[in-house]
């Protein structure tokens, strides 16, 4: 009996140091892993992340990210709680964007997004974040399709019908131009949107209903473009305006040049990357393009913080996607401020009442629509690189 009572009290020993062991390891209540290993706990407000890392529209999600992770270097916090960045490549697919922001809304527990680079990619995240009522701050994607209908989309940057109206405004003004021809990525709705909305505002602003004499299309990953280009030849155009993806579209000014096509090309805010540059070469030197911020002409403090944080970290000077992926992460960081929470319909309603906030990319008013009325720039390519040239303030 006694052999046997030092057993007992041998193995009650052995019980309570493997439960002391194994409390020792756990993790507190309070806190649970997410899919990447981090740690969440209630000191964490969880902001995602949805860019192309990959695939056709990689350079452009990657610039805007730099901005993204630049402010959240700046500003890792608020309401006294860290602010943790989850980031999911959507892959330049539209399926691949419903299903990064439905991972991060269902996955990743975020408070709200950011995103993403392509107003396609944006759009087709659009119901996820309305159906789990997550607000989603989009810092480039300019198609109006966004924001329409969906109270918990917003964006930082000004949309299409401005954009389109201010080129158009430059080849009538500035190059003296009186017919058009078109060359639109048709697989883009960035790109067909902006095209048609230059062909509204060209036709109104000659008073000529024939004044776009020819248009043609191609779809994202084509590398030949001679037949569409030979076509708007014969059509004799003064200016071509040809918004698409930063790689086609340099491909195809540097065909239309091998061609003998030496008028004026004209495009958008996509074509502001070192890659269009890259591929284009001496071809696109003096082509013209809108877009939404220059670093030659800070407008706010905001501005200066941001190109001193960013030109020491990264010893060169940022694109305008950048500025705005800084500031659509500051606009939540302001809306969770003024909310005092971070619930996403609370930071929602703060959001939409986002009015003269000084961001790095100019001052940000959001409208009904939540869409920001901000002013454009219009830059050149000049001895290799992204030149200003003009601000056009925003139409009232």
């Known amino acids: 009996m006694k052999k046997l009572g030092k057993k007992m009290s041998f193995a009650l020993v052995l019980m309570l140091v493997a439960a002391l062991v194994f409390t020792g390891c756990a993790k507190p209540a309070q806190q649970s892993t997410t899919g990447d290993g981090s740690e969440k706990s209630e000191d964490v407000i969880k902001i995602g992340v949805f860019e192309p890392l990959t695939g056709a529209n990689a350079a452009g999600g990657a610039i805007e990210l730099e901005g993204i992770q630049l402010a959240n270097e700046l500003y ?45 990619l944006s759009m087709a995240a659009g119901d996820a974040v309305k159906n789990a009522k997550i607000p989603a701050v989009g810092a480039s994607c300019t198609n109006p399709l966004v924001t329409l209908n969906n109270d918990y989309y917003f964006r930082v940057c000004f949309i299409d019908p401005f954009q389109g109206t201010v080129m158009a405004n430059y080849a009538i003004n500035k190059l003296g131009a009186k017919k058009a021809a078109i060359i639109q990525e048709v697989s883009s709705d960035y790109s067909v949107g902006l095209a048609k909305f230059f062909t509204d505002a060209f036709k109104k602003l000659t008073g000529d209903e024939n004044a776009i004499v020819g248009s043609a299309s191609y779809n994202t990953g084509d590398q030949d473009f001679t037949a569409q280009l030979t076509n708007i030849k014969t059509l004799n155009p003064d200016v071509i305006f040809a918004p698409g993806n930063f790689t086609e579209s340099a491909l195809l000014i540097k065909q239309a040049r091998e061609l003998g096509i030496n008028i004026p090309i004209l495009g958008g805010d996509t074509w502001e990357t070192p890659e269009f540059i890259d591929i284009g070469k001496e071809a696109v030197e003096g082509v013209v393009f809108s877009t939404f911020f220059t670093s030659e002409v800070p ?17 060169k000077e940022p694109a305008s996607v950048t500025a705005l992926g800084f500031d659509a992460y500051l606009v939540i960081l302001d809306a969770i401020e003024r909310a005092g929470s971070a619930d996403p319909v609370a930071i929602r309603d703060a959001l939409a009442q986002t009015k003269d906030y000084m961001g790095a990319a100019g001052v940000i008013t959001l409208d009904e629509n939540g869409d920001a009325v901000k002013s454009a720039v219009i830059k050149v390519v000049k001895d290799g690189k992204f030149t200003y040239l003009d601000t056009v303030e925003p139409i009232k």
Do not use: C, H, M
């Open 76 to 120: 890792p916090e608020v309401l006294g709680k860290k602010v943790q960045l989850v980031v999911v490549d959507n892959k330049s697919d539209k399926v691949e964007a419903a299903n990064a922001a439905s991972r991060l809304i269902d996955k990743e527990k975020v408070s709200a997004i950011i995103g993403s680079w392509g107003s396609s």
């Open 299 to 315: 407008i706010t403090k905001k501005s200066e913080e941001f190109l001193k944080a960013y030109r020491e970290k990264y010893n």
